[in-house]
């Protein structure tokens, strides 16, 4: 496996193989590598992808100075686990690399602000225009055929699929399905952060999901909403958001027959640490 930890070499490196015609999949990530990580890898290697995953912790997707501070950093495992299932070139750059001096950034306009303004945009006040901003940068360094993002993120994907389409960046943005651990736990970089008394209580996430795509086509999505969040708070949780949205433009919906696509989306906090999870309740 090749480390870069220079935009200037890896994009050298990258033009290289794009001139040989080698088909290209990259994976960025911000390190702290799980099982989760590696079921991307283990995807784009599936589709004979040369597999480019990047290890950056991104400060300007931080809205608070604390959260990146205490953001898990492993390099020597992430190398370790990469080199393991099969990772062909890893990119580590530090933030000068990522945005030297010389750089200068325009706001990224996509057709649907909407779909950046809520649920996570709503908590995390400019963490997606950091986000786009990281992406559209590394998609600058490795301009691959393909770009793998988990479902974990669903809100993130959707809107690096538009902010691709406003950049006329051609890069297909494949979704890879949520990783999760033995009792429905989805697989996070900050699961190493949660009190171990509250392990067992984490699940309930996954299971209040469940709840809503069992009960979808038999209650109303008001109804739906309020056993979750009671079903959170109660388990102990700090609860941000449970919503039930159109999984196309992330609009609220109120009944099953509303939308053909249908996402239930939450956000909440246990102990000291902030956990999302999704479903998709309508295939
Ligand atoms: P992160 O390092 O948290 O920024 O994540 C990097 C990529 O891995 C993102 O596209 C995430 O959605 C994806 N990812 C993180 N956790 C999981 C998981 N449990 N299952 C699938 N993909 C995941």
Not at 3 to 18: E, N, P, T, V
Not at 86 to 108: A, R
Not at 215 to 229: D, G, K, R, Y
Request: overall charge negative; aromatic content about 8%.
């Amino acid at each position: 496996m090749f480390i870069f930890r220079q935009s200037a070499q890896i994009q050298a490196y990258i033009a290289h193989l794009k001139e040989s015609g080698t088909a290209l999949g990259f994976i960025p990530t911000m390190g702290a590598l799980h099982d989760g990580h590696m079921s991307l890898v283990e995807m784009a290697k599936k589709s004979g992808d040369k597999v480019i995953c990047s290890i950056f912790v991104n400060p300007t997707q931080f809205d608070k100075a604390e959260d990146l501070e205490k953001y898990p950093r492993t390099e020597t495992e992430d190398i370790l686990l990469l080199e393991k299932h099969g990772c062909d070139i890893v990119f580590i750059p530090e933030v000068k690399e990522v945005y030297p001096e010389d750089y200068s950034h325009q706001p990224i306009e996509i057709q649907n602000p909407q779909i950046k303004a809520v649920l996570e945009g709503e908590f995390r006040p400019g963490h997606f225009d950091g986000m786009m901003q990281v992406v559209s940068r590394l998609l600058e360094i490795i301009p691959a055929h393909r770009i793998y993002m988990g479902q974990k993120d669903y809100q993130q994907q959707m809107i690096v699929r538009e902010m691709m389409s406003a950049l006329g960046i051609e890069t297909e943005l494949i979704m890879a399905p949520i990783k999760r651990e033995e009792d429905g736990l989805a697989m996070s970089s900050r699961n190493r952060r949660i009190d171990p008394d509250l392990r067992s209580v984490a699940t309930t996430l996954y299971e209040t999901l469940k709840m809503a795509k069992d009960e979808l086509q038999s209650c109303p999505v008001s109804e739906i909403i309020h056993t979750a969040e009671q079903k959170i708070t109660e388990a102990g949780f700090e609860l941000e958001y449970f919503r039930v949205v159109d999984g196309s433009d992330l609009s609220p919906v109120k009944n099953e027959k509303d939308a053909d696509f249908i996402v239930a989306l939450v956000a909440a906090w246990l102990g000291e640490v902030r956990l999302i999870d999704n479903m998709i309740l309508k295939p």
